[in-house]
Nanobody, 126 residues
Framework: QVQLVESGGGLVQAGGSLRLSCAAS????????MGWFRQAPGKEREFVAA????????HYVDSVKGRFTISRDNAKNTLYLEMNSLKPEDTAVYYC???????????????????WGQGTQVTVSS
């Protein structure tokens, strides 16, 4: 079992920045990939970014490339999402997730993840 707790969300003006954190506990030794997803009201959950826990390779959805950076601190079992140049369309509940097995995919689909946090709200005002 893995427990994930997100923090760092809030209200920010367009063009501003936020840094989300996701603290993992429990059986963290089984972590293979970690990712961030988001869900806006009335919309489906959307992939944002993923990182290979050991090698550090990253993958982003096109809409956040150049603005968001995913990173991790293996020693602290913490995942981060640095968000810059925020736009109103970035408003959503942001979830971190962990995958404990190899899927052969790009880890950009929610079905590839088996543990999820409770989410943190990010609101970007125009």
């Amino acid at each position: 079992q893995v427990q994930l707790v997100e923090s760092g969300g809030g209200l920010v003006q367009a063009g501003g920045s936020l840094r989300l954190s996701c603290a993992a506990s429990g059986d963290t030794a089984s972590t293979y990939h970690m990712g961030w997803f988001r869900q806006a009201p009335g919309k489906e959950r959307e992939f944002v970014a993923a990182i290979y826990w050991i090698g550090g390779n990253t993958h982003y959805v096109d809409s956040v490339k150049g603005r968001f950076t995913i990173s991790r601190d293996n020693a602290k079992n913490t995942l981060y999402l640095e968000m810059n140049s925020l736009k109103p369309e970035d408003t959503a509940v942001y979830y971190c997730a962990t995958a404990t097995y190899y899927t052969g995919g790009y880890y950009d689909d929610a079905s590839e993840y088996d543990y999820w946090g409770q989410g943190t709200q990010v609101t970007v005002s125009s």
